[in-house]
């Protein structure tokens, strides 16, 4: 059974940082590339960063890029954001999602069930 | 910077028929935006139905089809059913500046 499952989500200070993490199972975490998505409070879900399978490839959003970080270890299934110089704005449930085969279509099957992020003071 | 935009809400009665459509600002919605569809329910996180405009995973029922329709990316819904009530997201992959979702859409069965 394939199993996504978000940690290291909490309360953070504004400009404060956070690292979360995705650990996989059920699944050959090498052979996917994996997207971030996350959904502020009453509104609707915002992608914000994908990697390749090897991790040579990285996009993020707008909103994130120059603060956020995607990784991911291959050895530890386990996929990462590093969140740096948070922002109210940032906060969250992020979930991290399972892309399908990019070679065939860029989509998403997969979802785990989120880590909430607060960004306060 | 592209917005993706889908109605904000419809209505539809059990049993009935209902097309929800993805528009981006950009132009047409083609094949190669490999649009996604999502419904997501209070609470929970978001479960994939369509892939690339009009494929279902293996626990998608079959009354929800994609496609694309006079530019847009579409989910119609055949014989709704109260469990369908849920917001629906669409997904749009613009390359390398990565995905964008569309607003959503709640769908009210009544």
């Known amino acids: 059974e394939v199993q996504l499952v978000e940690s290291g989500g909490d309360l953070v200070q504004p400009g404060g940082s956070l690292r979360l993490s995705c650990a996989i199972s059920?699944?050959?975490?090498?052979?996917?590339?994996m997207s971030w998505v996350r959904q502020a409070p009453g509104m609707g879900l915002e992608w914000i960063s994908y990697i390749s399978r090897s991790g040579r490839t990285i996009y993020y959003a707008d909103s994130v890029k120059g603060r956020f970080t995607i990784s991911r270890d291959n050895g530890k299934n386990s996929l990462y954001l590093q969140m740096n110089s948070l922002r109210a704005e940032d906060t969250a449930i992020y979930y991290c999602?399972?892309?399908?085969?990019?070679?065939?279509?860029?989509?998403?099957?997969?979802w785990g069930q989120g880590t909430p992020v607060t960004v306060s003071s | 910077q592209t917005v993706v935009t889908q109605q904000p809400s419809l209505t539809v009665s059990p049993g009935g028929t209902v097309t929800l459509t993805c528009a981006s600002s950009a132009g047409a919605v083609t094949s190669y935006h490999f649009p996604n569809w999502f419904q997501q329910k209070p609470g929970q996180p978001p479960r994939t139905l369509i892939y690339?405009?009009?494929n279902r995973h293996s626990w998608t029922p079959a009354r929800f089809s994609g496609s694309l329709l006079g530019g847009k990316a579409a989910l119609t819904l055949s014989g709704v059913q109260p469990e369908d009530e849920a917001e629906y997201y669409c997904l749009l992959y613009l390359g390398g500046a990565g995905w964008i979702f569309g607003g959503g859409t709640y769908l009210t069965v009544l």
């Open positions: 059920g699944f050959t975490f090498s052979n996917y590339e």
């Open positions: 690339s405009t009009s």
């Open positions: 999602a399972r892309m399908m085969d990019m070679a065939v279509t860029a989509s998403v099957d997969y």
